[in-house]
T-cell receptor, first 110, second 113 residues
Framework: EDQVTQSPEALRLQEGESSSLNCSYTVSGLRGLFWYRQDPGKGPEFLFTLYSAGEEKEKERLKATLTKKESFLHITAPKPEDSATYLCAVQNYSGYALNFGKGTSLLVTP | DAGVIQSPRHEVTEMGQEVTLRCKPISGHDYLFWYRQTMMRGLELLIYFNNNVPIDDSGMPEDRFSAKMPNASLSTLKIQPSEPRDSAVYFC???????????FGDGTRLSIL
């Protein structure tokens, strides 16, 4: 059975203090690994898809990387508006459902 | 462009009542997914459709839950009879193809008293 574990559960950063969020996974044939951002009272908002080990993608202050066992979401010089819950999900070759981790709740203070 | 639209946004009802949640996917998207989010279990798939046909309903908790997709613009998730443990946020998502990113609606917050 696929498993996705995210750490830490919660992270508090000062504005400008860079850090990384971790997503460890076990999956029977990875089709893709997805990162989402979720704001309170809203649905998850798509950020990135990674398909193979070594792949990297960037968007503004966010950079996602992938190895065969884990993915990292690097946040460079975060701003308060980056505060949200970040969700990682895997999709395997047996179907198209996403299997989500529990998320990392990020708070960036001024 | 209109995103995924869910209704109602909030629903409070008493145990034993029938509950119907609705979802309008993004136009042109062939895949529609229903997920449930709770603090304890996070986001979990309930069921998904391809071209209005249910493909995987392995996440549907029990016979009290049913989902339909009568046309490309509407899917419904029905709970009958409802129980307090069904309280959660129910999300609908759609994608243009199965492996493409899923785009989520803002969910229905369901409270069963």
């Amino acid at each position: 059975e696929d498993q996705v574990t995210q750490s830490p559960e919660a992270l508090r950063l000062q504005e400008g203090e860079s850090s990384s969020l971790n997503c460890s996974y076990t999956v029977s044939g990875l089709r893709g690994l997805f990162w989402y951002r979720q704001d309170p009272g809203k649905g998850p908002e798509f950020l990135f898809t990674l398909y193979s080990a070594g792949e990297e993608k960037e968007k503004e202050r966010l950079k996602a990387t992938l190895t065969k066992k884990e993915s990292f979401l690097h946040i460079t010089a975060p701003k308060p508006e980056d505060s949200a819950t970040y969700l990682c999900a895997v999709q395997n070759y047996s179907g198209y459902a996403l299997n989500f981790g529990k998320g990392t709740s990020l708070l960036v203070t001024p | 462009d209109a995103g995924v639209i869910q209704s109602p946004r909030h629903e409070v009802t008493e145990m034993g009542q029938e509950v119907t949640l609705r979802c309008k996917p993004i136009s042109g998207h062939d895949y529609l997914f229903w997920y449930r989010q709770t603090m304890m279990r996070g986001l979990e798939l309930l069921i998904y459709f391809n071209n209005n046909v249910p493909i995987d309903d392995s996440g549907m908790p029990e016979d009290r839950f049913s989902a339909k997709m009568p046309n490309a613009s509407l899917s419904t998730l029905k709970i009958q009879p409802s129980e307090p443990r069904d309280s959660a946020v129910y999300f609908c998502a759609s994608s243009s193809q199965g492996a493409q990113p899923q785009h989520f609606g803002d969910g229905t917050r369901l409270s069963i008293l």
